[in-house]
């Protein structure tokens, strides 16, 4: 089982959609959660950072998490054609004075005009 | 702040041959990360450095290599390449809180 859980889709919504893409984790000892949105050809781009349980908000992106259920969520109000990216999250667990980021595989949406 | 810069952006090679890549982190981040992209495995993770001492490494053979310098300024060289080593190659600097920017990769292709 991977540590990191994460439907590589393809995911196709219409414009104005809500889009909701999400990750479950298995090892607890995870303690920061991020998204990233990779485009084509290009490096990943950190959207989110969160670390505690709860909702963040950042304009049309919401990250939420649930540390009780190891669950992860990343919402996108009002999608445009321009948010058709691959969606990663990643988690980091911290031990013995170092980091361990780990990735989920990315989910590829594409927003239909 | 200038982002995480990558050079060469693509790089041909053949078989057997070595390559160097280089990235340059965001002035002040210290550690700088290197992954392997494909789109069967998505990110795996190569190695960390920190403070130009190797912190972290994944799983993959010795062919793989790499070295901080003293301004965190980092290379990472494989050698013998095999046509699996196609990927995109990502570095990642990281703030302190742990979050980890990328730069743009390197497209290698081996043929």
């Known amino acids: 089982q991977k540590e990191v859980e994460q439907d590589p889709g393809p995911l196709s919504v219409p414009e104005g959609a809500i889009v909701s893409l999400n990750c479950t984790y298995s090892?607890?000892?995870?303690?920061?959660f991020m998204w990233y949105r990779q485009y084509s050809r290009k490096g990943p781009e950190l959207l989110m950072y969160?670390?505690?349980?709860g909702n963040k908000e950042d304009g049309r992106f919401t990250a939420q998490v649930d540390k009780s259920s190891k669950y992860i969520s990343l919402f996108i109000r009002d999608s445009q054609p321009s948010d058709s990216a691959t969606y990663l999250c990643?988690?980091?667990?911290?031990?013995?004075?170092?980091?361990?980021?780990?990735f989920g595989i990315g989910t590829k949406l594409q927003v239909i005009p | 702040k200038a982002g995480v810069t990558q050079t060469p952006r693509y790089l041909i090679k053949t078989r057997g041959q070595q390559v160097t890549l280089s990235c340059s982190p965001i002035?002040?981040?210290?550690?700088v990360s290197w992954y392997q992209q494909t789109p069967g495995q998505g990110l795996q993770f190569l190695f960390e450095?920190?403070?130009?001492?190797?912190?972290n490494k994944g799983n993959f053979p010795g062919r793989f290599s790499g070295r901080q310098f003293s301004n965190s300024r980092s290379e990472m060289n494989v050698s013998t390449l095999e046509l699996g080593d196609s990927a995109l190659y990502l570095c990642?600097?990281?703030?302190?809180?742990?979050?980890?920017?990328f730069g743009p990769g390197t497209r290698l292709t081996v043929t």
């Open positions: 990642a600097s990281s703030a302190d809180r742990g979050e980890q920017y």
């Open positions: 090892n607890s000892a995870f303690q920061y």
């Open positions: 969160t670390y505690s349980s």
């Open positions: 990643a988690m980091i667990r911290r031990s013995g004075g170092y980091q361990k980021v780990t």
């Open positions: 002035s002040g981040h210290r550690s």
């Open positions: 450095y920190f403070s130009e001492t190797q912190r």
